[in-house]
């Protein structure tokens, strides 16, 4: 089992920054790929942007250029920086734990290829 736990959701206004973090405890593996989610109400829940063990990344179009995702293996931790933010970007942004036990692991934008699920962080970008 994978516990994942976010922090750094917040209310911010068009063009502001934040920071959010997740951090994976219990049965990690350091090959693991992560990645970040979001969810605005209404609509479907949405790739933004995954890195596997060795840094190598993958941005969903909205968020090139403007996010950027890194991790700590040490830590366990994967953070997404956001920049230039959006209202649109205002949504419930999920952690999203892949178990691979080999080094040629890619990063997926598929929900389903993912195993386990942070609670999520709320995001709220005012205009």
């Known amino acids: 089992q994978v516990q994942l736990v976010e922090s750094g959701g917040g209310l911010v206004q068009a063009g502001g920054s934040l920071r959010l973090s997740c951090a994976a405890s219990?049965?990690?593996?350091?090959?693991?790929?992560m990645g970040w989610f979001r969810q605005a109400p209404g609509k479907e829940r949405e790739f933004v942007a995954g890195i596997n063990w060795s840094g190598s990344t993958s941005n969903a179009d909205s968020a090139k250029g403007r996010f950027t995702i890194s991790r700590d293996n040490a830590k366990n931790t994967v953070y997404l920086q956001m920049n230039s933010l959006k209202p649109e970007d205002t949504a419930v942004y999920y952690c999203?734990?892949?178990?691979?036990?080999?080094?040629?692991?890619?990063?997926?934008?598929?929900?389903?290829?993912?195993?386990?699920w942070g609670r999520g962080t709320q995001v709220t970008v005012s205009s």
């Open positions: 219990g049965r990690t593996f350091r090959t693991s790929v």
């Open positions: 999203a734990y892949r178990v691979c036990s080999g080094l040629g692991c890619r990063v997926s934008s598929v929900m389903r290829d993912y195993d386990y």
